[in-house]
């Protein structure tokens, strides 16, 4: 499946929908966006941005997902700034599964000192040197940090069924 609905051998669909551990839950749910923590190696705090249904290309996002896609960004940053309070959050797209183009998904990643320096490292080269030294946030810190975000974050609406 190339675009729209769900694709059950996707990563992204399969924690969406609760086929797959996602430790902290669904962090908000608005329109076709849904916002969860990061499953990846890239610290507590670190949320993904992705569409709820299966897109692979940005250019196939629907005109009302690309309109909400801009303020929602600066909403999930903002909360991330104020719960994580580091220097820089990066913003970036990501979208490929083992070479091949997959379900698009932001990565909305707080970044602070500590991590330049442990990593000697900023911008994608830390991201690379995060990803090869491969240490995942432990998952009660991930859900305390969710809990944190929702409240920045505000009312999510309906109850999330994953949680």
Not at 13 to 27: E, H, I, K, Q, Y
Not at 71 to 82: D, F, G, H, K, W
Not at 86 to 107: N, R, T
Request: charged share 15%; aromatic share 4%.
């Amino acid at each position: 499946m190339t675009d729209g609905g769900t694709d059950t051998g996707c990563l992204a669909c399969d924690l969406s929908a609760g086929r797959a551990p996602l430790p902290g839950g669904t962090v908000l749910r608005t329109g076709g966006w849904v916002v969860e923590h990061c499953v990846g190696p890239f610290g507590a705090g670190t949320l993904v941005v992705k569409p709820v249904r299966h897109v692979v290309h940005v250019a196939g996002l629907t005109a009302g997902e690309s309109g909400a896609l801009g303020p929602l960004l600066q909403r999930v940053s903002a909360a991330v700034t104020e719960v994580m309070a580091p220097e820089q959050v990066y913003v970036c797209l990501w979208s490929h599964a083992g070479g091949v183009p997959g379900h698009i998904h932001f990565v909305v990643q707080p970044v602070g000192a500590a991590d330049m320096t442990r990593f000697d490292a900023f911008g994608p080269a830390l991201q690379v040197a995060m990803g090869r030294a491969g240490c995942f946030p432990d998952a009660a810190e991930v859900e305390r940090v969710c809990d944190r975000l929702r409240e920045a974050l505000g009312p999510t609406g309906p109850a999330d069924p994953t949680r």
